[in-house]
């Protein structure tokens, strides 16, 4: 399946192009970019990015895997992220890890049956102050409890 | 105490504020003097880098070429990924316009027309609030040709927000260039250090955000009244990370050379239950942890906590009480150095994934008194053979946890020795560093 973007992403691939000398280093924004239009990086996705940026596709490949950001697979609508490094787990970012895991069903980097979510057990996020945490997508919550988890899965359409 | 970095103004994140405030006069003061006086301002002030390193800024900038026929770079690295740090992302959210003052009067010293902000993928919120700001100062004139004409100079430089995308190798300097220009995030060998063979081949210096964020207050107040905050030899307030088991976790901004145990007890609240601390890590996760006995007098500043056995590093404190399962926590920060090893050095590669099984081996309740020492083993064949600091990292908290809480580990082991282990450990004594060496 062929990938394109569409004319409004290309401005916006072009803006973050502007902000170098040259075209290679917005592959990180490009490829965010395909993400949200793709759903994730096919080898289509790797292909046409590289056209645009002048670069091989294996360099594509390269900067893909290397990230823990860029998927090479659909993800659910809701990305549940939930950290378990240390200062998490010392407030209980285990619990959190094992409630999100048995509520839905699916292990890490899961999808469940209807797409609606996938989880992912994720190191520190930044939120150490405010552990446990989990993200869902792009947005954090914290200083979470079990109530809380569970009432913001239930919420989540 | 006064707040330098995230002072307790309302509203201060809000471009209107932080002119009404005293915004940008640091920036126009700094233009109307020299390059080296600038840099010679931040030399004296004693201002030294909050990303962990805690080199002398002033210093660093210095080492930038005064006669180059190519451009200058600017990094700003808040790649903020060590556990146990979670400050930089205060000052995107609560203070951006200083950060972005403090770039200006950095790139004004340094030579750079253009400056980059890398900021962890994972921070979406904070890299937009970042770019809110940064395109609140360019619309305001306070950035970029306009500048020109706001501060009657004719020095101008662009800044931009580049964002990463889960790794946390990026916030190692080299590794953050190398992910910058669109590769792979592998460190480079140093030397050339960056402030000859940069990005793109060009002359760049790599600064911390909280690090950048206190350049606007010493211009304006003088390096002599910054020298003066806290320790002598490490001046100016640091930006404290508590966590973990603490009643009040937090970032606390206190003057350098604050005790670790005002900060626990009196600013964080102390620990829940009033339970007794069994172990600190007093700078990061990478950083040498310290036994609940060795907190007593320790001072939070680079050289206080290098007598006590530690680092400063990114100033996040990680508290752990009495009932804390070390194993556990080990094994879960070897998995973390495995997880983010990049894969280019072998002793790294290999040896995070080997410290991982041998603590999961002893978490799972199979390990023997013989697994202790290959630990020590493998840290010790990582550390120092290794292009980037990830390899001391990585082994500073293996080694440093086992030998200072060596009782614990072998109460977790079996007496027996595991022949097999053994000779493992024996055979690569032969290269490693002897044990006696090993600080305790």
């Known amino acids: ?157 | 105490m006064e707040k330098i970095v995230l002072p307790d103004i309302d509203n201060i994140h809000i471009l209107d504020v932080y002119v009404q405030n005293g915004g940008f006069t640091a920036a126009k003061k700094a233009f109307s003097q020299t390059a080296d006086d600038i840099i010679d301002q931040v030399k004296k002030s004693g201002l030294r880098g909050r990303g962990g390193a805690a080199f002398s800024a002033g210093l660093k900038w210095s080492f930038m070429p005064k006669t180059t026929d190519k451009p200058k770079y600017l990094c700003i690295n808040g790649d903020e990924s060590e556990p146990g740090s979670f400050k930089d992302r205060q000052i995107f959210e609560y203070n951006p316009h200083q950060l972005i003052e403090g770039i200006l009067i950095t790139c004004y010293a340094i030579g750079a027309k253009t400056a980059y902000i890398y900021i962890r993928g994972e921070y979406h919120k904070w890299v937009k609030l970042m770019q809110k700001a940064l395109d609140d100062a360019y619309t305001a004139g306070y950035v970029g040709e306009a500048m020109k004409e706001k501060f009657g100079t004719e020095f101008f430089c662009n800044i931009y927000v580049h964002k990463g995308a889960g790794a946390y190798i990026c916030g190692e300097e080299s590794s953050l260039m190398n992910s910058l220009e669109g590769h792979r995030g592998y460190p480079r060998v140093k030397p050339p250090f960056p402030a000859q063979n940069g990005l793109w081949g060009c002359p760049t210096t790599i600064n911390n955000v909280e690090t950048i964020t206190n350049i606007p207050p010493i211009i304006t107040k003088g390096w002599e009244w910054f020298s003066k905050i806290g320790e002598p030899k490490h001046p100016g307030t640091i930006l404290f990370g508590v966590s973990g088991h603490v009643n009040k976790p937090g970032v606390y901004e206190l003057p350098s050379g604050t005790l670790l145990t005002d900060i626990i007890y009196n600013y964080a609240g102390g620990v829940p239950g009033n339970k007794n601390i069994l172990c600190v890590i007093p700078g990061g996760s990478s950083m040498p942890p310290l036994r609940g006995d060795q907190l007593e007098g320790v001072k939070m500043d680079a050289e206080s906590l290098k007598a006590a056995g530690s680092a400063i590093g990114t100033g996040g404190i990680m508290v752990m009480d009495e009932d804390t399962d070390l194993v556990k926590v080990l094994a879960r920060l070897s998995h973390f150095y495995h997880h983010e090893s990049c894969g280019q050095c072998t002793p790294c590669r290999e040896g995070t994934g080997w410290l991982e099984k041998i603590l999961k081996r002893i978490l799972a309740g199979n390990g023997s008194v013989s697994d202790i020492d290959l630990l020590v083993t493998v840290a010790n064949q990582i550390e120092g053979n290794t292009i980037c600091a990830l390899g001391e990292a990585a082994a500073w908290p293996v080694r440093f946890m086992v030998t200072r809480f060596r009782d614990y580990f072998e109460a977790r082991v079996s007496k027996e020795v595991n022949l097999q282990v053994a000779n493992k450990v024996h055979s690569m004594r032969e290269t490693a560093r002897p044990l006696a060496e090993v600080k305790n």
């Not at chain 1, 691939?13 to 970019?33: G, S, W």
């Not at chain 1, 992912?120 to 102050?129: H, P, Q, R």
Request: hydrophobic share 35%; charged share 25%; proline share 3%.
């Open chain 1, 1 to 157: 399946m062929e990938f394109k973007f569409t004319p409004e992403n290309i401005d916006r691939i072009n803006k973050e192009i502007a902000k170098y000398p040259v075209k290679k280093p917005a592959v990180m924004a490009t490829l965010y970019i395909a993400q949200e239009q793709n759903g994730y990086i096919s080898n289509e996705v790797i292909k046409e990015v590289a056209a645009i940026l002048e670069m091989t596709a294996e360099e594509v490949l390269g900067v893909v895997t290397f990230y823990t950001m860029y998927y090479q697979k659909p993800m659910g609508k809701n990305h549940i992220q939930v950290c378990t490094n240390v200062s998490c787990m010392l407030r209980g970012g285990y619990d959190i890890w094992n409630q999100v895991k048995e509520k839905l069903g699916i292990g890490n980097m899961e999808v469940t049956g209807d797409g609606k979510f996938s989880i992912e057990e994720v190191e520190c996020m930044g939120s150490c102050g405010t552990a446990p945490m989990l993200a869902v997508n792009e947005d954090y919550y914290e200083n979470l409890t079990k109530e809380k988890v569970e009432e913001l899965i239930n919420s989540l359409k």
